[in-house]
Protein backbone atom coordinates (compact mmCIF):
# COMPACT_ATOMS: atom_id res chain seq x y z
CA UNK A 1 0.00 0.00 0.00
CA UNK A 2 3.21 2.17 0.87
CA UNK A 3 4.61 1.37 -2.58
CA UNK A 4 1.61 2.24 -4.28
CA UNK A 5 0.90 5.58 -2.88
CA UNK A 6 4.44 6.52 -3.08
CA UNK A 7 4.04 5.53 -6.77
CA UNK A 8 1.10 7.42 -6.80
CA UNK A 9 2.78 10.49 -5.43
CA UNK A 10 5.63 9.81 -7.59
CA UNK A 11 3.87 10.22 -10.43
CA UNK A 12 1.62 12.91 -10.27
CA UNK A 13 4.71 15.08 -9.41
CA UNK A 14 5.98 13.30 -12.71
CA UNK A 15 2.79 15.07 -14.31
CA UNK A 16 3.03 18.35 -12.93
CA UNK A 17 6.76 18.25 -13.63
CA UNK A 18 6.48 18.05 -17.14
CA UNK A 19 3.31 20.23 -17.81
CA UNK A 20 5.55 22.57 -15.74
CA UNK A 21 8.49 22.18 -18.26
CA UNK A 22 6.38 22.40 -21.56
CA UNK A 23 7.83 24.78 -23.76
CA UNK A 24 5.66 27.62 -25.15
CA UNK A 25 5.89 28.44 -28.47
CA UNK A 26 3.47 31.15 -30.43
CA UNK A 27 3.18 30.18 -34.52
CA UNK A 28 2.18 33.19 -36.14
CA UNK A 29 1.10 33.34 -39.93
CA UNK A 30 1.85 36.69 -41.93
CA UNK A 31 -0.72 38.79 -42.36
CA UNK A 32 -4.87 37.38 -43.40
CA UNK A 33 -8.20 38.56 -44.16
CA UNK A 34 -8.22 42.26 -45.57
CA UNK A 35 -4.62 42.13 -45.69
CA UNK A 36 -3.04 39.40 -48.33
CA UNK A 37 0.63 40.40 -47.62
CA UNK A 38 2.39 40.35 -51.20
CA UNK A 39 0.86 38.77 -54.20
CA UNK A 40 2.98 37.71 -57.29
CA UNK A 41 3.17 35.00 -59.94
CA UNK A 42 -0.52 33.91 -58.81
CA UNK A 43 0.65 33.25 -54.74
CA UNK A 44 -1.04 34.95 -52.23
CA UNK A 45 1.60 35.42 -49.46
CA UNK A 46 -1.28 35.14 -46.39
CA UNK A 47 -2.46 31.48 -47.60
CA UNK A 48 1.56 29.98 -48.13
CA UNK A 49 2.22 31.59 -44.84
CA UNK A 50 -0.86 29.82 -43.17
CA UNK A 51 -0.19 26.66 -44.73
CA UNK A 52 3.31 26.42 -43.58
CA UNK A 53 2.17 27.29 -40.07
CA UNK A 54 -0.57 24.69 -40.01
CA UNK A 55 2.05 22.38 -40.81
CA UNK A 56 4.70 22.95 -38.45
CA UNK A 57 1.89 22.38 -35.66
CA UNK A 58 0.66 19.61 -36.93
CA UNK A 59 4.60 18.76 -36.65
CA UNK A 60 5.25 19.99 -33.23
CA UNK A 61 1.66 18.83 -31.63
CA UNK A 62 3.30 15.02 -31.58
CA UNK A 63 5.54 16.07 -29.35
CA UNK A 64 3.93 16.37 -25.45
CA UNK A 65 6.18 19.16 -24.43
CA UNK A 66 5.02 21.23 -26.52
CA UNK A 67 2.18 23.89 -25.85
CA UNK A 68 0.98 25.34 -28.95
CA UNK A 69 -0.60 28.64 -29.40
CA UNK A 70 -1.46 29.78 -32.78
CA UNK A 71 -2.14 33.73 -33.92
CA UNK A 72 -4.69 32.38 -36.48
CA UNK A 73 -5.90 29.38 -37.89
CA UNK A 74 -7.92 30.66 -40.60
CA UNK A 75 -8.01 33.47 -42.96
CA UNK A 76 -8.25 36.48 -40.63
CA UNK A 77 -7.53 39.83 -40.00
CA UNK A 78 -5.34 39.99 -36.90
CA UNK A 79 -3.50 43.54 -35.80
CA UNK A 80 0.51 43.44 -35.11
CA UNK A 81 -0.29 44.74 -31.65
CA UNK A 82 -2.64 41.56 -31.11
CA UNK A 83 -0.19 39.01 -32.63
CA UNK A 84 2.17 40.65 -29.63
CA UNK A 85 -0.17 40.62 -26.86
CA UNK A 86 -1.01 36.58 -28.20
CA UNK A 87 2.34 35.71 -27.55
CA UNK A 88 3.14 38.07 -24.21
CA UNK A 89 -0.07 36.51 -22.73
CA UNK A 90 1.00 33.17 -23.18
CA UNK A 91 4.13 34.22 -21.92
CA UNK A 92 5.83 31.97 -24.74
CA UNK A 93 9.53 30.50 -24.87
CA UNK A 94 9.94 31.57 -28.72
CA UNK A 95 7.76 33.69 -31.34
CA UNK A 96 8.04 32.18 -34.92
CA UNK A 97 6.72 34.21 -37.83
CA UNK A 98 6.31 32.99 -41.52
CA UNK A 99 6.11 35.47 -44.43
CA UNK A 100 6.61 35.50 -48.03
CA UNK A 101 8.98 37.70 -49.69
CA UNK A 102 8.28 39.88 -52.68
CA UNK A 103 10.97 42.54 -54.70
CA UNK A 104 10.06 44.94 -57.39
CA UNK A 105 12.17 42.57 -59.72
CA UNK A 106 11.62 39.45 -60.66
CA UNK A 107 15.79 38.50 -60.13
CA UNK A 108 15.86 38.06 -56.05
CA UNK A 109 15.54 34.54 -54.43
CA UNK A 110 16.25 32.74 -51.83
CA UNK A 111 15.42 32.82 -47.77
CA UNK A 112 16.09 34.67 -45.14
CA UNK A 113 15.09 35.59 -40.81
CA UNK A 114 14.97 38.46 -39.40
CA UNK A 115 15.70 38.61 -35.74
CA UNK A 116 14.45 41.75 -33.38
CA UNK A 117 17.08 44.38 -33.75
CA UNK A 118 18.06 47.86 -34.80
CA UNK A 119 19.39 48.11 -38.38
CA UNK A 120 19.50 51.33 -40.32
CA UNK A 121 20.45 49.31 -43.55
CA UNK A 122 18.38 50.36 -46.22
CA UNK A 123 17.68 46.99 -47.87
CA UNK A 124 16.42 45.67 -44.92
CA UNK A 125 14.30 48.91 -43.98
CA UNK A 126 12.41 48.17 -47.24
CA UNK A 127 11.59 44.86 -45.74
CA UNK A 128 10.52 46.12 -42.52
CA UNK A 129 8.16 48.78 -44.03
CA UNK A 130 6.45 46.71 -45.86
CA UNK A 131 5.81 43.63 -43.29
CA UNK A 132 4.87 46.87 -41.07
CA UNK A 133 2.62 48.27 -43.96
CA UNK A 134 -0.02 46.74 -42.47
CA UNK A 135 -0.22 48.96 -39.53
CA UNK A 136 -2.00 51.31 -41.98
CA UNK A 137 -4.82 48.99 -42.01
CA UNK A 138 -5.84 49.86 -39.15
CA UNK A 139 -7.99 51.90 -37.67
CA UNK A 140 -6.37 54.77 -35.35
CA UNK A 141 -3.01 53.19 -36.07
CA UNK A 142 -1.21 56.80 -35.60
CA UNK A 143 -2.81 56.35 -31.10
CA UNK A 144 -2.22 52.59 -31.16
CA UNK A 145 1.09 52.19 -32.11
CA UNK A 146 1.86 55.51 -30.50
CA UNK A 147 4.05 57.26 -33.29
CA UNK A 148 5.34 54.15 -34.97
CA UNK A 149 5.53 55.44 -38.90
CA UNK A 150 6.47 52.15 -40.74
CA UNK A 151 7.98 54.69 -43.17
CA UNK A 152 10.25 56.68 -40.91
CA UNK A 153 13.28 54.90 -39.98
CA UNK A 154 14.00 57.87 -37.61
CA UNK A 155 11.01 56.65 -35.30
CA UNK A 156 11.93 53.39 -35.24
CA UNK A 157 15.37 54.41 -32.95
CA UNK A 158 13.44 54.52 -30.42
CA UNK A 159 11.56 51.54 -29.71
CA UNK A 160 12.69 49.80 -27.28
CA UNK A 161 15.45 47.27 -27.51
CA UNK A 162 14.68 43.85 -26.47
CA UNK A 163 17.24 42.12 -23.95
CA UNK A 164 20.09 41.59 -25.21
CA UNK A 165 20.01 37.58 -23.79
CA UNK A 166 16.63 37.32 -26.05
CA UNK A 167 18.26 38.70 -29.27
CA UNK A 168 21.22 36.40 -28.98
CA UNK A 169 18.91 33.29 -28.16
CA UNK A 170 16.77 34.83 -31.52
CA UNK A 171 19.86 34.85 -33.85
CA UNK A 172 20.46 31.35 -32.46
CA UNK A 173 17.23 29.72 -33.48
CA UNK A 174 17.42 32.11 -36.99
CA UNK A 175 20.87 30.25 -37.70
CA UNK A 176 19.34 26.67 -37.59
CA UNK A 177 16.11 27.83 -39.63
CA UNK A 178 18.77 29.47 -42.06
CA UNK A 179 21.08 26.51 -42.38
CA UNK A 180 18.37 24.27 -42.48
CA UNK A 181 17.24 25.76 -45.81
CA UNK A 182 20.41 26.32 -47.12
CA UNK A 183 22.04 22.51 -46.17
CA UNK A 184 18.55 20.15 -46.57
CA UNK A 185 16.70 22.67 -49.20
CA UNK A 186 19.29 23.59 -51.30
CA UNK A 187 17.81 27.34 -50.70
CA UNK A 188 19.71 30.39 -51.31
CA UNK A 189 20.87 31.53 -48.07
CA UNK A 190 20.24 35.51 -47.79
CA UNK A 191 21.44 35.74 -44.33
CA UNK A 192 20.32 36.86 -40.81
CA UNK A 193 18.97 40.15 -40.25
CA UNK A 194 18.58 42.23 -37.37
CA UNK A 195 15.43 44.05 -37.66
CA UNK A 196 13.08 46.53 -35.89
CA UNK A 197 9.62 45.38 -36.77
CA UNK A 198 6.86 46.32 -35.23
CA UNK A 199 5.49 42.51 -34.15
CA UNK A 200 8.91 41.54 -32.88
CA UNK A 201 9.31 44.52 -31.11
CA UNK A 202 6.62 44.13 -28.82
CA UNK A 203 7.05 40.90 -28.41
CA UNK A 204 9.34 39.81 -24.97
CA UNK A 205 10.86 36.76 -26.05
CA UNK A 206 13.11 35.63 -28.46
CA UNK A 207 11.43 36.01 -31.63
CA UNK A 208 11.82 35.10 -35.33
CA UNK A 209 10.35 36.44 -38.45
CA UNK A 210 10.95 34.13 -41.33
CA UNK A 211 11.05 34.92 -44.87
CA UNK A 212 10.34 31.67 -46.63
CA UNK A 213 11.02 33.21 -50.56
CA UNK A 214 10.64 35.58 -52.74
CA UNK A 215 7.09 35.23 -54.29
CA UNK A 216 7.72 37.97 -57.16
CA UNK A 217 10.83 35.28 -58.48
CA UNK A 218 8.91 32.53 -60.86
CA UNK A 219 10.79 29.50 -60.13
CA UNK A 220 10.70 30.10 -56.49
CA UNK A 221 6.82 31.27 -56.25
CA UNK A 222 6.57 27.83 -57.60
CA UNK A 223 8.74 26.18 -54.80
CA UNK A 224 6.41 27.97 -52.25
CA UNK A 225 3.02 26.85 -53.55
CA UNK A 226 4.14 23.08 -54.78
CA UNK A 227 3.05 20.78 -52.00
CA UNK A 228 6.96 19.42 -51.80
CA UNK A 229 8.35 23.27 -51.10
CA UNK A 230 5.51 24.04 -48.16
CA UNK A 231 6.63 20.58 -46.29
CA UNK A 232 10.15 20.71 -46.63
CA UNK A 233 10.01 24.03 -45.42
CA UNK A 234 7.83 23.15 -42.59
CA UNK A 235 9.59 20.08 -41.44
CA UNK A 236 12.98 22.31 -41.57
CA UNK A 237 10.78 25.23 -38.94
CA UNK A 238 9.77 22.60 -36.77
CA UNK A 239 13.21 20.55 -36.68
CA UNK A 240 14.83 23.87 -35.89
CA UNK A 241 12.27 24.62 -32.99
CA UNK A 242 12.75 21.15 -31.45
CA UNK A 243 16.39 21.83 -31.56
CA UNK A 244 16.07 24.88 -30.01
CA UNK A 245 14.35 23.51 -27.45
CA UNK A 246 16.36 21.09 -26.52
CA UNK A 247 19.22 23.62 -26.37
CA UNK A 248 17.15 25.74 -23.60
CA UNK A 249 15.65 23.25 -21.78
CA UNK A 250 18.59 20.64 -21.95
CA UNK A 251 16.17 18.45 -23.26
CA UNK A 252 16.65 15.44 -25.93
CA UNK A 253 14.21 14.73 -28.13
CA UNK A 254 14.04 11.96 -31.02
CA UNK A 255 13.22 14.14 -33.89
CA UNK A 256 10.75 12.79 -36.49
CA UNK A 257 12.98 11.90 -39.61
CA UNK A 258 13.18 14.27 -42.60
CA UNK A 259 11.78 13.79 -45.45
CA UNK A 260 12.80 16.38 -48.00
CA UNK A 261 11.39 16.00 -51.49
CA UNK A 262 12.13 18.28 -54.58
CA UNK A 263 9.19 20.18 -55.52
CA UNK A 264 8.05 19.45 -59.46
CA UNK A 265 8.74 22.45 -60.95
CA UNK A 266 5.85 23.05 -63.57
CA UNK A 267 7.82 24.54 -66.90
CA UNK A 268 7.80 28.50 -66.66
CA UNK A 269 5.22 29.67 -69.06
CA UNK A 270 7.06 30.84 -72.36
CA UNK A 271 5.96 35.13 -72.91
CA UNK A 272 5.64 35.80 -76.49
CA UNK A 273 6.52 39.18 -77.44
CA UNK A 274 3.61 42.01 -77.21
CA UNK A 275 2.27 42.55 -80.67
CA UNK A 276 2.14 46.11 -81.00
CA UNK A 277 -1.05 47.43 -83.10
CA UNK A 278 -1.07 51.05 -84.00
CA UNK A 279 -4.09 52.40 -82.67
CA UNK A 280 -5.16 54.10 -86.11
CA UNK A 281 -4.88 50.77 -88.14
CA UNK A 282 -8.29 49.46 -88.00
CA UNK A 283 -7.25 46.00 -90.07
CA UNK A 284 -5.92 43.30 -87.89
CA UNK A 285 -2.40 43.46 -89.05
CA UNK A 286 -2.69 39.29 -87.96
CA UNK A 287 -4.15 37.50 -90.96
CA UNK A 288 -2.67 33.87 -91.14
CA UNK A 289 -3.24 31.52 -88.67
CA UNK A 290 -0.86 31.86 -86.41
CA UNK A 291 -3.01 33.61 -84.12
CA UNK A 292 -1.14 35.40 -80.74
CA UNK A 293 -3.44 34.66 -77.77
CA UNK A 294 -3.32 36.87 -75.08
CA UNK A 295 -0.51 35.05 -73.52
CA UNK A 296 0.60 37.83 -71.49
CA UNK A 297 0.74 35.62 -67.87
CA UNK A 298 3.78 37.14 -66.16
CA UNK A 299 3.70 40.58 -63.89
CA UNK A 300 3.09 44.29 -66.17
CA UNK A 301 5.20 46.51 -64.64
CA UNK A 302 5.32 51.02 -64.58
CA UNK A 303 7.77 53.23 -64.18
CA UNK A 304 6.67 55.66 -61.31
CA UNK A 305 8.22 59.23 -61.73
CA UNK A 306 7.03 61.28 -59.07
CA UNK A 307 4.43 62.04 -56.49
CA UNK A 308 2.59 65.29 -55.98
CA UNK A 309 -0.54 66.50 -53.90
CA UNK A 310 -1.45 68.60 -57.22
CA UNK A 311 -3.24 67.37 -60.11
CA UNK A 312 -1.56 67.50 -63.38
CA UNK A 313 -2.96 67.30 -66.82
CA UNK A 314 -1.06 64.39 -68.21
CA UNK A 315 0.60 66.07 -70.98
CA UNK A 316 4.26 65.86 -72.73
CA UNK A 317 4.97 69.94 -71.31
CA UNK A 318 4.23 68.76 -67.73
CA UNK A 319 6.86 66.09 -67.17
CA UNK A 320 9.73 66.77 -68.76
CA UNK A 321 8.58 65.88 -72.54
CA UNK A 322 7.51 62.34 -71.73
CA UNK A 323 4.59 61.28 -72.95
CA UNK A 324 2.25 58.03 -71.95
CA UNK A 325 2.12 59.30 -68.47
CA UNK A 326 -0.55 57.85 -66.70
CA UNK A 327 -1.77 58.47 -62.88
CA UNK A 328 -2.72 57.23 -59.82
CA UNK A 329 -4.72 59.01 -57.23
CA UNK A 330 -3.85 57.67 -53.72
CA UNK A 331 -3.90 59.22 -49.88
CA UNK A 332 -4.93 62.96 -51.27
CA UNK A 333 -2.08 62.77 -53.76
CA UNK A 334 -1.08 61.38 -57.25
CA UNK A 335 1.61 59.12 -58.31
CA UNK A 336 2.57 59.77 -61.89
CA UNK A 337 3.87 56.51 -64.17
CA UNK A 338 5.63 56.61 -66.64
CA UNK A 339 4.76 53.89 -69.43
CA UNK A 340 4.15 50.17 -69.00
CA UNK A 341 5.08 46.45 -69.76
CA UNK A 342 7.54 44.05 -69.04
CA UNK A 343 10.44 44.40 -66.30
CA UNK A 344 13.02 44.49 -69.63
CA UNK A 345 10.70 46.87 -71.20
CA UNK A 346 10.31 49.06 -68.42
CA UNK A 347 14.31 49.26 -67.28
CA UNK A 348 14.66 50.82 -70.75
CA UNK A 349 11.99 53.10 -69.68
CA UNK A 350 13.40 53.98 -66.10
CA UNK A 351 16.91 55.22 -67.74
CA UNK A 352 15.18 57.52 -70.15
CA UNK A 353 12.66 58.94 -67.18
CA UNK A 354 15.74 59.47 -64.98
CA UNK A 355 17.88 60.95 -68.77
CA UNK A 356 14.94 63.26 -68.34
CA UNK A 357 15.71 64.71 -65.26
CA UNK A 358 13.32 62.26 -62.92
CA UNK A 359 16.51 60.96 -60.77
CA UNK A 360 14.43 58.85 -58.28
CA UNK A 361 12.12 57.50 -60.77
CA UNK A 362 11.53 53.03 -60.20
CA UNK A 363 10.08 50.96 -61.54
CA UNK A 364 6.67 49.36 -59.96
CA UNK A 365 4.22 46.74 -60.43
CA UNK A 366 1.51 47.77 -62.21
CA UNK A 367 -1.91 46.39 -61.20
ZN1 LIG B 1 4.78 39.42 -44.93
Known sequence: MKKILILLIFSISMISFSQEKKFKIVLDAGHGGKDPGA?????????????????????????????????????????????????????ADLFVSVHCNSSVSATPYGSMTLVMGLSRSNMNFEIAKTENAVIFQEEDYKKTYQGFDPNNPQTQIGLKILQEESLLQSIDFASKVQSGFKN????????????????????????????????????????????????????????????????????????????????????????????????????????????????????????????????????PENFNGLSNITVAEINGGYKYYYGEGSMENCKKLLAEAKLKGYKSAFIVESK
Open 39 to 91: QKNGCIEKEIALDVILRIGKLLEKYPDFDIKYTRTTDVFIPLKDRAKIANDFE
Open 184 to 315: NLKRKDLGMHQQPLWVLDATVMPGVLIELGFLSNYAESRYMKSEEGKSNYSQIIAKSIIEYKDQIKETTTEIFPLDIKEPKIEEPVIVKPIVEVSKDSTATTITNDTVIKDTIVGPKYKVQISFSTKKLELL
